[in-house]
């Protein structure tokens, strides 16, 4: 019997969801917005909404179950998200429980933190395929992280594993949205890299960034250093050159760690290409040990946000593996 899930990848700004069939990848997708300023409740009630709008092109008995990818923490059972950032009035809520009573149904619910259903996307559909093992980095509003060891998520001892963005590069440096100071996010996370973009453009007046973001940049964008730097802007590219560099910083502190060797970097962020990854390549291996070089690499996942909402429904094949091998006795 074909197997389905439904994938969701809850934003601060939109809920990304998609009908997945195990073998196949994506059937349907949709988009809702959040709303995360009306709180948890209206919260749960898009995704609620989000859910009912795919459930219905397969058969109700071939869907094995929801997975939520969510930013927070979440804890080792998976079923509770702990004040995730931006939502507001959400402490900690069983979301399992809550789905499962708007739903009116029993269906298996996995909810984890949203970097590593992007590297359970990344492992079983996307850039990560041909590896056991690789770290995984996503960049937008702020900088997530997972670890990928023999293609499944190594969690910790509290499930919190994996939090890359606050590792610290700098003790006096910038915080993060959590207060760590230095912490990588703080220089690399959306807000934060339009910020030091704007500083360091003071060196380039005649940037087309300053058509496209206004006199004083204030609606600079990740999206248009980009843009500006594909069309041979020397401020851009320079910006991009200096968060590709703190990259490689970063990423070569857990190689350090984990010896892990491959890298793969996704997010809105990551759509800088070359841009960022050139420079965060040619980064790393300064801040490695020389006898551990061999087999480095920094790749880019190129499923966008589908990684995302891949990564959510294969927690639901991963659950329900697990389950019919521990009543199998394997």
Request: glycine letters at 10%; a neutral charge.
């Given at each position: 019997m074909?197997?389905y899930?439904?994938?969701?990848?809850?934003?601060?700004t939109?809920i990304k969801?998609?009908?997945?069939a195990r073998d196949?990848g994506i059937?349907?997708?949709?988009?809702?917005?959040?709303g995360?300023r009306?709180g948890p409740d209206?919260v749960?009630?898009?995704l609620?909404?989000?859910?009912r709008?795919?459930v219905?092109?397969?058969?109700?008995?071939?869907?094995?179950g929801?997975?939520?990818?969510?930013p927070g923490?979440?804890d080792?059972d998976?079923?509770?998200l702990?004040?995730?950032?931006?939502?507001?009035?959400?402490?900690r809520?069983?979301?399992?429980q809550a789905?499962r009573a708007?739903?009116?149904?029993?269906?298996s619910i996995?909810?984890?933190?949203?970097?590593n259903?992007a590297a359970?996307?990344?492992?079983?559909?996307g850039?990560?395929?041909?590896?056991?093992?690789?770290?995984?980095?996503t960049l937008?509003t702020?900088v997530?992280?997972a670890?990928?060891v023999?293609?499944?998520?190594?969690?910790?001892?509290?499930g919190?594993?994996g939090e890359?963005?606050?590792?610290?590069i700098?003790y006096?440096?910038p915080?993060?949205?959590?207060g760590?100071?230095g912490?990588i996010e703080?220089y690399?996370?959306?807000?934060?890299l339009?910020?030091?973009?704007?500083?360091?453009?003071?060196?380039?007046?005649?940037?087309?960034l300053?058509?496209?973001?206004?006199?004083?940049?204030?609606?600079l964008?990740?999206?248009m250093?980009a843009?500006?730097?594909?069309a041979g802007d020397?401020g851009a590219v320079e910006v991009?050159?200096w968060a590709g560099?703190?990259?490689?910083?970063v990423l070569?502190s857990?190689?350090n760690l984990?010896d892990i060797?491959?890298?793969?970097?996704g997010g809105g962020?990551s759509?800088?290409?070359?841009?960022?990854l050139?420079?965060?390549?040619?980064?790393i291996?300064?801040?490695?040990?020389?006898?551990m070089h061999?087999g480095?690499?920094?790749?880019?996942?190129?499923?966008?946000?589908?990684?995302?909402m891949?990564g959510?429904a294969?927690?639901?094949?991963?659950?329900?593996h697990?389950?019919?091998s521990?009543a199998?006795g394997t």
């Open positions: 074909p197997a899930a439904v994938g969701l990848d809850l934003g601060a939109s969801a998609a009908l997945v196949a059937v349907e997708s949709m988009q809702v917005d959040t995360a009306r209206h749960l009630g898009q609620e909404l989000a859910v709008g795919l219905g092109h397969v058969p109700t008995e071939h869907i094995q929801i997975g939520v990818g969510a923490s979440v080792l998976r079923t509770t702990i004040r995730p950032p931006n939502i507001h009035g959400w402490d809520i069983n979301v399992r789905l708007r739903l009116d149904c029993d269906w996995v909810v984890d933190n949203d970097a259903a359970l996307g990344s492992a079983h559909y850039a990560g395929r041909p590896y056991d093992d690789f770290i995984m980095v937008g702020g997530g992280g670890i990928i023999g293609n499944k998520v190594f969690r910790g001892t509290k919190a594993a890359i963005g606050h590792m610290t700098d006096a440096g915080q993060d949205r959590a760590v100071a912490a703080a690399l996370g959306q807000r934060f339009s910020s030091h973009a704007r500083r360091r453009l003071d060196a380039h007046p005649d940037s087309v300053y058509a496209m973001a206004g006199a004083e940049l204030a609606l964008t990740p999206a250093l843009a500006a730097a594909e020397t991009l050159a560099h703190k990259l490689g910083c070569g857990c190689i984990l060797r491959v890298v793969v970097v962020i759509q800088a290409g070359a841009f960022i050139e420079p965060a390549r040619q980064a291996l300064r801040y490695i040990k020389p006898g061999d480095v690499a920094i790749l880019r996942e190129t499923l966008g946000n589908e990684a995302g891949l959510a294969y927690l639901v094949f991963e659950h329900a697990s389950h019919v521990a199998r």
